[in-house]
């Protein structure tokens, strides 16, 4: 690999470019390009050699050497499985599972709804965000073959937006809906704001937040005795500090402190006024948030507090999809003109960094822990 970023706290190379394996930067886009796990990274585009015919190209991560898969298709998505080799196809309202081992068909529906994001809730469950509802369509055993089923209605606050993520926690109890749109101010079409619907299926409630990405995460806080689901949130209006939420979920657990939820600032640039969050990643290995931003910054918290530790720029492109490696020491982003990056954090850099510029000691303590137990 090679180092493409120089940065005192964040070291970051370049795994491979896609148009080594024929897909041109043009077409690295969302949702052309996606990643639900460590494993795979999936793209659909046009052909090399015929610039009419679409084809839709799956690349092993996980081998030391890439090995892409292409095969011709006429799917308007595709999306890998984060698990299994099983590559979900859709083409208006028709859905298609096949195995690309055994190279064969699995499952397959139709919606009556027109589904508008879709995505591996894990490696059992497929997440559809339709027009009114989202849908859940269970593949694991022995429901494989069921349809999906209506989970719960969308906020009116997402009518007028793109979806541009579906995310659940560990449980299925919490469930987030993200959806982006432009604000226009005098004119000024550049600003984009975020509306996430935070959703409960314990109390069947929905919640509309300010905010342009969001994830799930299951960690153990300080002083608890089992761990819990965190809800983090980034958000940004032009021109302005960003913030980051990062809120513990219920149910209480007995034998732990009470929830928790805390509030920090992002900080921007004067130079990055129409910046905003496009991604976040959690390692709960290192207790460390990674928020990903619009023009290819990262901004790293604190999970346990929010704080906000430091930025790196790992391109000069737009970084639009990221995902934690399986030991969560690192992040695998791809940028806008098809660089794949791996990101990894300094360590003994930021520890210092945090103890000695920042002052923040009982930060740089609870992170020293989590380090040392990597």
Known sequence: MEAVVEDPLVHVEQVFQLSSFGIKPEQVTFPRATMSSHRWLCCRHTSKKKKRDNCVTVINLTSRTPRPKTWPCTADSAIMNPRKPWLALKLGRHFQIFNIVAEKQMYRCTMKDEVQYWTWLNEDVIGMVGSKFTYHWDLSPPTGFSRPVRAFARHPK????????????????????????????????????????????????????????????????????????????AHRSAGQPGKIHIIELGPFISGNYSL?????????????????????????????????????????????????????????????????????KRIVALDRCGKLLSIKIKEEALLTHVKEKMKKRIVADQLEKSFAKE
């Open 158 to 233: 997402l009518n007028f937006c793109q979806i541009v993520a579906y995310k659940t926690d560990p449980s299925f109890r919490w469930f987030a809906v993200v959806g982006l749109y432009r604000e226009y101010d005098d004119g000024d079409a550049n600003s984009v704001c975020g509306v996430t619907q935070v959703y409960s299926a314990h109390y069947n409630h929905s919640i509309p937040i300010d905010a342009q990405a969001a994830t799930f995460a299951k960690y153990l806080r300080k002083g608890n005795q089992k761990p819990t689901s965190l809800l983090v949130l």
């Open 260 to 328: 928790t939820n805390n509030t920090e600032q992002l900080l921007f640039d004067d130079k990055s006024f129409y910046d905003f969050p496009v991604c976040v990643q959690v390692s709960t290995t290192q207790g460390l948030v990674y928020v990903f931003t619009k023009s290819g910054m990262v901004k790293v918290s604190d999970i346990q507090t929010g704080v906000y530790l430091c930025s790196a720029r790992v391109s000069h492109m737009a970084v639009f999809t990221a995902i934690t490696d399986v030991e969560e």
